[in-house]
């Protein structure tokens, strides 16, 4: 008799066991569905509001004709912000800017001519700029962090146009 009792309470339980699993496929996994959908579509929003910097210029794409490049005279030596190895490290670069040839501001500014007499001002703000970098910050994704902050300076500097469309790195060392 124990052992029929034993069997009945078993068949029982494999039976509720049953019952919940249904009511868990039909109730809580359509639901699940649409948290899936909503997750979803958030994700998408802050995948296109995180790229939304990345590959796509500030300035509209100008072609390879209409850019004139002003290389900038002297190199920089930069000291670079202390990073957590406490030692001090330095940037030596040389920094080129291209230019919009059929912007407004090209035509405001006069072009290398016109960077020419700024230049001491262009240095400065490039060396504030970078000087706020430590080194692992200045090397991660081949200074384009740099120069994307270096740009946005350049652009606001100049009126926030277009004049100033690019900024280039050569022979960049860092110790």
């Known amino acids: 008799m124990k052992k029929n009792l034993i069997t009945v309470i078993i068949l029982a ?21 649409k948290s899936n959908q909503l997750i979803d579509q958030v994700c998408s929003a802050i995948n296109l509001e ?17 850019i004139e490049t002003y290389a900038i005279t002297d190199g920089f030596t930069v000291n670079l912000k ?25 035509k ?13 001002i262009i240095q400065s703000e490039i060396n504030t700029i970078v000087n706020g ?3 692992d910050e200045f090397n991660t ?11 946005k300076s350049m652009q606001d500097m100049f009126g926030g146009s277009d ?3 690019g900024v280039n790195f050569s022979s960049v060392q860092t110790e």
């Not at 202390?82 to 030596?92: E, I, L, N, P, S």
């Not at 405001?108 to 001491?120: C, D, F, V």
């Open 50 to 66: 995180l790229q939304s910097g990345e590959n796509t210029p500030a300035t509209p794409e100008v072609p390879i004709e209409d």
């Open 133 to 135: 970098y430590t080194l």
């Open 82 to 106: 202390q990073g957590g190895d406490g030692k001090q490290h330095y940037a030596v670069f040389s920094v080129s800017l291209s230019l919009n040839t059929k912007s407004d501001g090209y």
């Open 13 to 33: 339980l494999v039976l509720a066991n049953l019952i919940l699993t249904a009511i868990l496929v039909f109730t809580i996994i359509p639901q699940t569905k």
């Open 108 to 120: 405001t500014y006069g072009g290398s001519e016109g960077l020419a007499a700024k230049e001491t």
């Open 163 to 165: 004049f100033i469309v």
């Open 141 to 151: 994704d081949g200074y384009q962090n740099v120069k994307d902050d270096i740009l």
